[in-house]
């Protein structure tokens, strides 16, 4: 399938060299490129239930709230230019490169299936290099990402159910689900057990998820 896209600005391996994005900033950027469209209130679903889990594990590891927050909230910014269930990442990676948050660019790139590979990246229009969560926050994102269908909380076998039935005839997408289904499955286990609580019902007690 082939996708045409915008070109993307290389970014750096080191991704913390800039000043971190304030909240306020980010729901600026949100609202410039959202206008207010419904996908807007999933971002913020997903950036106080982001919260809420980085919340639970701060009493175990440092955890970054602000900029995790500010990061989940712009996941989904590349919407504004496509709905692809890949392309989207894309989009928002190459709008956050120009602008300079490379912080949250990677994170558009990489909440995308969990992570992309740098073979992958390189099929999508992305720079040769993995795009794959590595730290906490970072990690945190996609799992919660997968955990609200549109602003409600959800399950990950319901998600997941979900995506795969909205995705019919994808090919592209549906090849790697599973993949993403077991990185997800796998850090939501190992997360639930450092904090001591099931990630999803810290998820659902979110109270400003609908």
């Not at 080191?14 to 999933?42: C, F, K, P």
């Not at 948050?101 to 099929?123: K, P």
């Not at 159910?161 to 997408?173: H, I, K, T, W, Y």
């Not at 790697?176 to 499955?185: I, K, N, S, V, W």
């Amino acid at each position: 399938m082939k996708v045409a896209l915008r070109s993307a600005a290389e970014a750096p391996n080191v991704r913390n060299n800039q000043e971190m994005l304030s909240r306020d900033e980010a729901i600026g950027l949100l609202a410039e490129y959202g206008s207010g469209a419904a996908w807007t209130g999933h971002c913020f679903a997903v950036a106080h239930a982001a919260v809420q889990v980085g919340s639970a594990l701060e009493a175990f590891r440092a955890v970054e709230l602000d900029s995790l927050w500010s990061t989940a909230l712009l996941h989904d910014i590349g919407r504004y230019a496509s709905h692809d269930p890949i392309i989207h990442g894309v989009e928002g990676y190459n709008l956050l490169v120009r602008l300079g948050h490379q912080d949250a660019a990677f994170v558009c790139a990489s909440h995308v299936l969990f992570g992309l590979d740098a073979s992958e990246a390189v099929r999508f229009g992305l720079p040769a290099r993995d795009f794959v969560p590595q730290t906490y926050e970072e990690r945190i994102v996609p799992l919660v990402d997968f955990l609200i269908e549109g602003d409600r909380p959800t399950t990950l076998d319901n998600r997941f159910f979900s995506l795969r039935q909205r995705n019919v005839g994808n090919g592209l997408f549906l090849e790697r689900l599973d993949r993403a289904q077991e990185a997800a499955a796998s850090f939501m286990m190992q997360l639930s057990a450092e904090i001591g609580e099931p990630v999803e019902t810290i998820v659902a007690s979110c109270p400003w998820c609908s």
